[in-house]
């Protein structure tokens, strides 16, 4: 089987195709020639990350294509159910990043609530100067344990976002549409499991008493945000705001005027509109903390994927 990994692949994983007698090519195409690539070389897979999309222009132009992977857990780059009416077999990677999602997330609401990201921008140029005032700036800063945490889409990277937050003393309440009392959990402490409950609320619920909210849901099939203007009229004062899943989800305009006006405190986003040219504005903004989609970009999570694509592959190739 010869397979196109159009933007990359771990070294692991690479070495376990071919252990499975796989061809793995890394060279990047660039999305305009992708077909004629695939075509030409005689392609049987295609793995994509977030960079290069497989829209039905390009399952029409590949028949010969028997599936395409994606490394990491949104598929909405994929034509998933058109390439699967084509008989072409479309996967992800669910269960490899979601301890690298979950701890930058940890990490951006560490670093909203102190000041981390603005201070750590402000120091090396007004730090010799202006030392007292930047030392007043950033001393009014908030702690986590105590604070409460509503995570919107309990899949499994909110879930093991959830176990963090509870380990540093984190009250956390979740919303997700395929709705439930609760969510048993379990963290790992020292060896021990711990089961916790984590209680399902309603979005206007999670909204009002969340100090923190952090998005976990695909895009949308209208491409609408989960947050508008309504949600940010909801949203606890002061609140700060994490998505670390899709660019749009949440309204940006929206969200840059809300913490104009002092309603958000901070935002942390490593999804954009846009992307890679994402709204300048964002990148500017000192309440913002700005990551280049990097949620899955850890060196274990990648290998891991690597890992979990070659799983998928060699099912592929029992059929």
Do not use: W
């Amino acid at each position: 089987m010869k397979i196109l990994a159009n933007d990359g692949i771990d070294a692991a994983g690479k070495k376990a195709l071919e252990i499975l007698g796989c061809t793995v090519v890394t060279d990047n195409v660039p999305q305009a020639n992708l077909a004629d690539a695939i075509n030409i070389a005689s392609y049987d897979g295609l793995l994509v990350r977030s960079a290069t999309t497989a829209r039905k222009e390009l399952i029409d132009a590949c028949p010969n294509l028997r599936f395409i992977g994606r490394g990491g857990v949104g598929i909405d780059n994929i034509d998933a159910e058109y390439a699967r009416s084509k008989g072409v077999t479309v996967f992800n990677t669910p269960a490899s990043s979601s301890q690298a999602v979950a701890e930058l997330v940890m990490s951006a609401m560490f670093a909203a609530a102190r000041g981390i990201y603005d201070s750590g921008t402000n120091m090396p140029s007004k730090g010799v100067t202006e030392f007292a005032s930047l030392k007043k700036k950033y001393s009014k800063g908030i702690e986590l344990r105590g604070k409460t945490l509503g995570i919107v889409g309990f899949g499994r990277i909110g879930q093991s976002l959830a176990s963090y937050a509870i380990g540093c003393g984190m009250k956390v309440v979740a919303f997700d549409i395929i709705s439930d009392a609760h969510k048993e959990i379990t963290l790992d402490i020292a060896g021990t499991p711990v089961r916790v409950n984590v209680p399902f609320v309603t979005f206007d619920n999670l909204l009002a008493q969340s100090d923190f909210i952090s998005m976990h849901v695909p895009k949308q099939a209208n491409g609408a945000a989960v947050i508008g203007s309504n949600e940010f009229a909801k949203i606890k004062k002061g609140a700060v705001l994490i998505n670390s899943s899709r660019g749009g989800v949440i309204d940006e305009a929206e969200l840059l005027a809300n913490l104009d006006s002092g309603h958000i405190r901070a935002a942390c986003l490593d999804v954009f509109v846009g992307e890679p040219v994402p709204n300048e504005a964002l990148l500017k903004h000192p309440a913002i903390i700005s990551t280049p989609h990097i949620g899955a970009s850890t060196m274990e999570a990648q290998e891991r994927i690597g890992l979990e694509i070659a799983e998928k592959v060699k099912e592929i190739m029992k059929k």
